[in-house]
């Protein structure tokens, strides 16, 4: 097996285009082209790293727990929302020569890959994502209990690390910069079905509106590029279920 100069196994050479921008020296985003040694071990993440500690210092992205489990490196790979610490260079570059790295889409590019996740928190928060029991204190000693067909229920919407790559993927959320998206429905339906949670009705007015839960064309994409298999879709078709069976209620009393 053949080394590079650091004593590491080369399996490949992968070349790497890559979206740059920065917003003090050039008004559209350009791309730049890499080369990197690889071997199987190789991550995504170890690329970038490299390029930012060996070629090029103002090489600008995000990352965080290098485990797949905070989300914040995902970026777009030949079309595609990937998280870079958890893909390697060698099965990402198995169908293309070339790996086409872009920020996520659907927002705003900060610098390089780094784009501003505040309007999509601002969305999350907009659903009240989490248990609200309006008469509980904030710190109680007291238990709550739920039962496990309840947490059962909710287990996939939990899964959820908020990494932004379905908003990313949304067609209608490029076309609706107003649209919830599906993360943002999916935290409210994380909460709504939780037994102990009091917020459902507020909850259910929020998203049964122009920008919610039918402004999803039930395209899918969220479900094929979550890296958590949250199904996203799944969740928003159970909301809309949810707003039938509220409505009907109304009508019966
Ligand atoms: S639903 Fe999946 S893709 Fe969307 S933010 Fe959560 S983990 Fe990421």
């Not at 285009?17 to 791309?31: L, N, V």
């Not at 929302?81 to 872009?102: D, H, M, N, P």
């Not at 993360?183 to 998203?207: G, N």
Request: net charge negative; proline share 5%; glycine share 2%.
């Amino acid at each position: 097996m053949k080394h590079d100069e650091a004593g590491k196994s080369v399996v490949r050479r992968v070349e790497l285009k890559i979206s740059r921008y920065s917003p003090e020296t050039c008004h559209a985003p350009h791309f730049d082209h890499f080369e990197i040694n690889a071997d199987d071990t190789t991550t995504l993440i170890d690329a970038f790293e490299e390029i930012k500690e060996a070629i090029d210092p103002t090489f600008t992205f995000r990352s965080s727990c290098h485990d797949g489990v905070c989300g914040s490196c995902t970026v777009i790979v030949n079309g595609v929302e990937r998280q870079a610490c958890f893909v390697t260079l060698l099965e990402l570059s198995k169908s293309k020569e070339e790996l086409v790295i872009e920020p996520m889409h659907n927002f705003e590019t900060i610098r390089d890959l780094v784009v501003d996740m505040t309007p999509f928190f601002d969305r999350l928060r907009t659903v009240r994502p989490r248990i609200v029991i309006e008469d509980a204190p904030v710190w109680t000693e007291k238990e709550i209990p739920q039962s496990t067909e309840n947490l059962n229920k909710m287990k996939n919407s939990e899964k959820c690390i908020e990494c932004g790559a379905c908003v990313s993927a949304c067609p209608i959320v490029s076309i609706d910069q107003h649209f919830l998206g599906p993360a943002a429905l999916v935290a409210a339906y994380r909460s709504s079905i939780d037994s102990r949670d009091q917020a459902k009705r507020q909850r259910i007015e929020i998203i049964d509106s122009e920008h919610g839960v039918w402004r999803c064309h039930s395209i899918y994409h969220c479900v094929d590029v979550c890296p958590k298999n949250v199904e996203p879709a799944v969740a928003i078709s159970a909301l809309r279920n949810m707003i039938m069976s509220e409505r009907l209620k109304r009508l019966r009393f």
